[in-house]
Structures are given as C-alpha cells and as structure tokens.
C-alpha cells in the first residue's frame, strides 16, 4: 500500500508511539487454526443504506486437533447464527473483535471442518486509514487498519483468521442491485441473476493470500482489458473504472505492460492469474489487494506522474503478496521492497540517470524529513506498532534496499532475489530467515551489513579525511583516510564496503572497489596516471548521510544540483567544468577563523569538487531553507554567512557571499567556485 506520494513531510502522528500492543493475547486462536478457503457470499441490497449481509463458509483444519472449541476475528458486524453440515451442538458468542463458539466432540488433525457464520451490519472503518467504505454509489475496502491491532483488517466483512500467516483460497458470491459490478480478487467465474432486480457475481482465487489482500469493489464500473505478453505465458490485464474515467485510465496505465516486462525480468515470472486494478472514490493512497489492487480515483488523472504509486502496487505481486512478511515487525520485507520497485521501475523505463534522480530525492527526503514524521531515528526492522507504515519503513526502507544492492552488485543481488521469491512464494519470512537465506545464497557474510542498515537506526557518512599523493617508481601512489561519521546513531558499520572514483585528465572516472574493518579506513591504491579528483560512491550506490551529484556543465547560466541544494552558474566560458556537489547532513567539524560570533550549521556542510580551466570563473550557490533547522527561531537571513575551508585540518573562513530569497528559502553565493568544504554559519 501506499498513502500518497511523500505525504509523510506533512503529516506527523506522535501521539501513536503511546499505544500499547495489545495483540498477544489473541495469538493462540490464530494459531491453532488453518483456514483452507473461505467462500464469502455479500449481498448489498443497496448502495446507499451502507449495510452489508451475508455468511462466509470457513474450510479449516486444526493441526494441533481441537477440543471443542472455535474462534475467529469479526469486527463491527453482527452474527445471527452458526451453522455446520457435520459438528453438533454449535453455540457462538461475540466479544469484542472476536467470535467465539463451541461444539460437541472433538477434532483430529485430519479433520477438515466447515462453519457457516451468517452476518451482517454496518461495517467498519479504520480511525486513521484503511477498513471498508460506502461512497456515493460506490462500495469497497482497503485491506488495512492502520490504527488496527493487528493492521490486517479482513475482519471488518468477513470471519477469518485475521494475521500475516494464514494463507486460504477465496471464492466470492456478491449479490448487487443489477446494473453494479463487482470485482474481488482472482477470476470472473459467472455473473447470474440471483433474484428480480438483482445480480450476483462469482470470482475465484486460486492462489492462497492472507486476509488483508483479499478485496471487494462494487460500482457502476466498466472493464478495460487485454492480455499482456509474459515470459512464460500470456496474463489478462483488467482495468475496472467508472465509464467516464476510462479515457483518463487508458493514459494513466499505458506504460502497464512494461511494468510487467520489467518485474518479469528483475524477478520471477508472475505468479497470478490476472493482473487487475479497480479505481474507487478514495481520497488518499493505493492498496496492493492481490489481482484486485485498489487505486483511489484522484491518482488515475490521464497523466503519468502517478505511475510509480501503480506500479509499487504491482510490485507488491512479488513483495508482500507473493513473499509475505512474517509480523508486523518485518513489514520492512512488504514496503521497503515494493518502495524500491519504484525506483527500479523508473530505471528500467527511463534509464539511469532517471533511476539517480529517483533515489537520490528520496535519500533527500528521507534524510530531512522521515526521523521528524516518524519521530525519532528507528531501525527498520522492529518497529514500532504505529510506525508500522511510516516513513521509516517505506522510504529509508527503500533507500536500505538499493544499499544492499550496491553491497552485493547487480548480479548477486538480483540472482539471490529471485532465488529468494522461488524459495518463499506463497510463504512467510522473517527480517531474519530472508538475512540468513541472502547469506547463503551470496556467500557474502551479510551480518554487518544487517547490523547497521536493517537492525540499526539512523546513517553513516563515509567521509575522505585526507588524500596524500606520491610518485613512486612510474606510478602514482595515493593513500586515502576515510572517517566512518554518524547520524541518528552512536555505532558506526563494523565492515564497509565502497568505491573510490579517481578521475584522470581526460575526465574519465577509474572505480575501484575498497573494503575495511574498522574506523577510520586507511587505503592505498596505485595508479599509472595523475589523480584529478578523488571521490566516495562514484556511481551512488550507497545512500548513506550525503546527496551527492556530479555533472559536466557545458554552457552559460545555472547548473542545479537538485538534491545537493547547490547550483553552478557557469558565466558564458566556452569552457566545460566537471562538477560534484556533495550535501553531507553532518555538523561541521572544525574551527572557525578568528571570528567568535558565528555559530556553525548544526546540519549540514557541502564538499565541492572542481575541475575546470583557470581562466574560468563559475559561482557557487548553496541554497537554505527554514526546514532545515539550522537557522534558529527568531533569526533573519541576514544572519546567514557563508563559511569555507580548502581542507578538513583547516580552520573555516568566512566568505564574501551575497545573499538571495526571503526569510524561507533562498542561497549564498561566492565567486570563484573553488575545492573545498563549504557551509553556512548563523551570526550571533
Ligand atoms: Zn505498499
């Protein structure tokens, strides 16, 4: 699932940390039981009374045998009775989100039961987010509570075993007024009057899903479809939307089998039956309901510019719905994995540079916003209850995923991937099973790795201390110290891995591929020509505590570093530069020269790297804005300085900068650009 597209730089939800985790004490029912199929029978005889009745007809087993005893989760709905085709003397009640009932006899693990619950009610919908909603003449659920305990929230129409775990088959019988759809997940097996004025609908899903995939929808819809061309087999695709949406739909998806192409190949064949989305009058975000994902209708506009939200749904057909995560606390395994199929979904339609783009503003907004919306610097794995679909998850989740992919390199990684996706399709894993598995299957010792980035909160920041050159019988000797610098954490990544770019005189970047134990890093490398300019992460694989860009700016006027706040304004030289803005979110380190009254950024400092021709003049400007906090309440941008040092062991000097912008957002900007650190102090 997905809110919205970065919503979480406005909306905050402190409040939540307080709540208890209460779900434990219903774990031993849930456990006890496997549902094998549920078939849910719905009749809505309206679409405006917002009342729904029905009964669901419940296949278990009990593994552990059963002594008399049944219970399932319900929520907000009232049971009239419950029945049996074989138990005798069956006697329910509710309490709370639960119904609970007994029989006569007892159960050996080879007996398969049935129980008919028949329902009905009003049902519910989450405080927050999520659960099962009348709108207009429209009705549908999203599968998740996100104020719910536990979040999977199939509960709320129809009894079931309501958790990550319990995978059953589904058939749905919906009754609706005649004119009205109705799409649930898996295939349209028949459409039927039922009674005079009213039709039911019958859809089968062969594949097992937990209960927070399966869906209903219910609307005046219409079906756009055709068949996309898999690597193994031909799939429908069915898109289901109002007739007046379906120009607008047409457009918004025509990238859909693309998307298809490119998970297809990155991971495993698609494993489902269709591929299938239904657009409903939601207001905000999108829920992965398997073959039936559900999209609120103001993200289908006839653009693009929503594509990643669908596909990251989609996604979901192999993170989370294929592969599902074990608890809450692996929800890492769903979202973070399905985040990241944004961004190698963008790099497989648009190319690298766009796929850069990508994860590059999200490291941006994860490293300004998420520990503010979240509350605090948490690991990914673990986390707590309300934070389940936070930004931590999600985005720094993202950013962790892409990190272990530069870990390991492309081709380990997708192999293991796919591996992993066989290995666990239509199953659970743990946070800890997928480390142990990846392990293995790379031959990589990952325990690092998980111990900073999946285990551990907060970033490091891989910084180059000092770079000493020499030349040493025909080649070029340079040894470089590299600090391990922290934020959001106190322990630093005990084995690292990175790549050092070295450029040459022709502007080529030589990569070579270091590792270390330990803090600092002392590395040497030789190499047959003079280094221009050395750098960290070349080819950013590694989204750690710094954004960084380079370019090679060619032409008048101003080059922006989107994500590094930085551009360079190149003044009309024919000349070409070489460029790299890196934006580390550490506090400076250092003195400052003489002066006593300024304070340094708490934030933030930038490293520039340059390499032009000396007759060219390009000017640097380095951009501020209130959310970064590094202007205290109460002062004004005429505070601001802009502060430089050529070296890490010098002391900072303040520059001549001029300033630009109002009291919100604006730049300091100095002339020439030259190497150097750079950052910007408040005068006292
Ligand atoms: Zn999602």
């Known amino acids: 699932m997905r809110l919205a597209v970065f919503i979480f730089l ?405 192999d293991a991937v796919k591996k992993y996706l066989t290995r666990y399709a239509f199953r659970n894993c743990s946070v800890h099973e997928f480390e142990q598995f990846l392990s293995r299957e790379t031959r990589t010792d990952l325990k690092s790795f998980f111990q900073f980035w999946v285990y551990g909160k907060g970033f490091n920041d891989l910084e180059i201390d000092s770079v000493r050159t020499s030349w040493q019988d025909g080649r070029w000797r340079v040894s470089v110290l590299i600090n391990q610098r922290l934020r959001g954490t106190y322990i630093p990544q005990e084995s690292v891995k990175t790549e050092i770019g070295v450029l040459d005189s022709l502007w080529k970047m030589h990569v070579y591929q270091v590792k270390w134990t330990g803090n600092p890093g002392l590395l040497s490398l030789d190499l047959p020509f003079r280094p221009l300019s050395i750098i960290l992460d070349p080819d950013e694989k590694t989204a750690d505590a710094s954004v960084e860009e380079t370019k090679i700016i060619e032409g008048g006027g101003d080059h922006f570093f989107r994500a590094s706040y930085f551009s360079a304004f190149n003044h009309m030289s024919p000349d070409s530069a070489w460029v790299r803005a890196e934006q580390h979110f550490l506090p400076p380190s250092g003195r400052i020269q003489k002066q006593r009254n300024i304070r340094l950024s708490s934030e933030r400092y930038w490293r520039i790297s340059v390499v032009c021709s000396p007759y060219q003049n390009l000017t640097g400007r380095f951009f501020f804005t209130r959310s970064i906090s590094e202007m205290p309440e109460g002062t004004t941008t005429d505070a601001l300085v802009l502060l430089y040092r050529k070296d890490r062991r010098d002391s900072w000097q303040v520059l001549p900068a001029q300033l630009n912008g109002n009291e919100q957002e604006g730049f300091l900007e100095t002339t020439p650009l030259r190497n150097g650190y750079y950052c910007i102090g408040v005068k006292r």
Not at 158 to 175: L, S
Not at 293 to 313: C, K, M, P, S
């Open 10 to 414: 406005t909306v905050v939800y402190p409040f939540q940390l307080l709540r208890p985790e209460s779900h434990r004490e219903h774990m031993n029912y849930r456990d006890s039981v496997d549902v094998i199929r549920y078939s849910v029978h719905l009749t809505f005889r309206n679409l405006q009374d917002q009342k729904l009745e029905g009964f669901t007809v419940i296949h278990c087993i009990y593994p552990g045998g059963n002594q008399g005893t049944f219970a399932f989760d319900l929520a907000g709905l009232k049971v009239d009775s419950v029945a049996s085709p074989v138990l005798k003397n069956v006697q329910f009640f509710q309490e709370g989100e639960t119904i609970r009932g007994t029989f006569a006899g007892k159960l050996t693990p080879a007996d398969t039961v049935t129980l008919i619950i028949y329902y009905q009610g009003t049902p519910l919908r989450d405080k927050r987010w999520g659960g099962f909603f009348f709108a207009g003449d429209e009705a549908f659920n999203y599968g998740i509570g996100m104020d719910a305990v536990p979040p999977n929230f199939g509960r709320v129409w129809f009894p079931c075993i309501d958790n990550f775990t319990d995978r059953a088959t589904y058939t749905f019988h919906v009754t609706v007024p005649s004119g009205y759809t109705a799409v649930c997940n898996g295939t349209l097996c028949g459409i039927k009057e039922s009674e005079p004025g009213y039709t039911t609908w019958v859809w089968e899903m062969k594949q097992p899903i937990p209960t927070y995939l399966a869906s209903v929808a219910v609307g005046r819809y219409i079906r756009l479809e055709g068949s996309y061309q898999g690597l193994q087999r031909s799939i429908p695709w069915q898109i289901y939307c109002l007739p007046e949406d379906s120009l607008k739909t047409a457009r918004s998806f025509q990238n859909l089998t693309r998307w298809m192409q490119i998970f297809e190949t990155r991971f495993t064949p698609y494993a489902w039956d269709r591929i299938g989305y239904v657009i409903v009058p939601f207001n905000h975000g999108a829920m992965e309901h398997a073959t039936n994902i559900t999209l609120a209708r103001n993200t289908v506009d006839g653009t693009t510019q929503f594509e990643t939200l669908y596909a990251h749904e989609l996604s979901h057909h192999w993170f989370g719905n294929l592969v599902t995560c074990a608890s809450e606390a692996d929800m890492w395994l769903n979202e973070g994995w399905a985040s990241y199929c944004e961004a190698i979904v963008t790099e497989g339609l648009y190319g690298k540079q766009a796929f850069r783009d990508y994860v590059r503003k999200n490291q941006l907004e994860v490293l300004v916003a998420t520990h503010v919306a979240d509350g605090g610097y948490f690991p990914v794995y673990g986390i707590p209850h309300s934070l389940t679909y936070g930004s931590t998850v999600y985005d720094k989740g993202s950013l962790v995923v892409h990190n272990l992919r530069g870990y390991l390199g492309d081709s380990l990684f997708f």
